[in-house]
């Protein structure tokens, strides 16, 4: 998706490391979104950001610290991954809440935790 | 429509036919609807979008139906194409005031 980029793309790592994704949006978009992705589950939220040095927690935040020190950058941390981290990850972005147009999403994050 | 345990529900159709998928919202303030496709390997992607003073949208080969009174959202994909398989889910919004909230899936498998 152009505009939102998200890396690694796969990401392997062993229980108890501390790993971050990263997201960057060039859209200037205040919304940022972390969502995780399971089979059985869809897309569940993880944390969110309306704008620089603001963020708030989602439906499942523990385990993750994020931060937004940048409009454009969201990163996503694992301070010490545990297997039931294994998941999709998926960064989004959008000018407000509702989005016109919804959010725009990235290719993905793929992380197992091994 | 949504799933139930680990699987998603699968609808397969005929290259051709129509396809009809199906969402339940819970949310009665809910006010902004969204239907994303997913490929294998990709990020959702925006198809259409309705809201709530609307029962009705159409789109490219897409149509979207709602139906406040049983909370009830439909995609409707005109002559299925291959390129159409995929899981597709419905978000809902309300006012803006929190994040959207995205339904578990229905995968579209189109047999050639």
């Known amino acids: 998706d152009a505009g939102i980029t998200q890396s690694p793309r796969y990401k392997i790592t062993e229980t108890g490391r501390q790993v971050t994704l990263m997201c960057h949006q060039t859209?200037?978009?205040?919304?940022m979104f972390w969502y995780r992705q399971d089979l059985g589950h869809g897309l569940r939220l993880i944390y969110y950001?309306?704008?620089?040095?603001?963020?708030d927690k989602g439906e499942v935040p523990d385990g993750y610290v994020v931060s937004r020190s940048k409009t454009e950058n969201f990163p996503l941390t694992l301070e010490s991954a545990t297997r039931s981290q294994t998941s999709v990850y998926f960064c989004?972005?959008?000018?407000?809440?509702?989005?016109?147009?919804?959010?725009?999403f990235g290719s993905g994050t793929r992380l197992t935790v091994v | 429509g949504e799933s139930v345990g680990l699987h998603l529900p699968t609808l397969s159709v005929q290259e051709g036919d129509n396809s009809i998928i199906n969402c339940a919202y819970s949310n009665s303030a809910s006010d902004y609807f969204i239907w994303y496709k997913q490929e294998s390997g990709k990020g959702p992607q925006f198809i259409i979008d309705?809201?709530?003073?609307?029962d009705k949208r159409q789109g490219q080969r897409v149509t979207v139906l709602l139906n406040k009174t049983v909370k009830h959202l439909s995609l409707q994909i005109a002559a299925t194409q291959p390129g159409d398989s995929a899981v597709y889910f419905c978000a809902e919004g309300a006012s803006g005031n929190t994040p959207l909230v995205f339904g578990k899936g229905t995968r579209l498998s189109v047999i050639a």
């Open positions: 859209w200037s978009h205040s919304y």
């Open positions: 950001s309306a704008a620089a040095d603001i963020t």
């Open positions: 309705i809201r709530s003073n609307m």
């Open positions: 989004a972005s959008s000018g407000n809440f509702a989005g016109n147009y919804g959010y725009t």
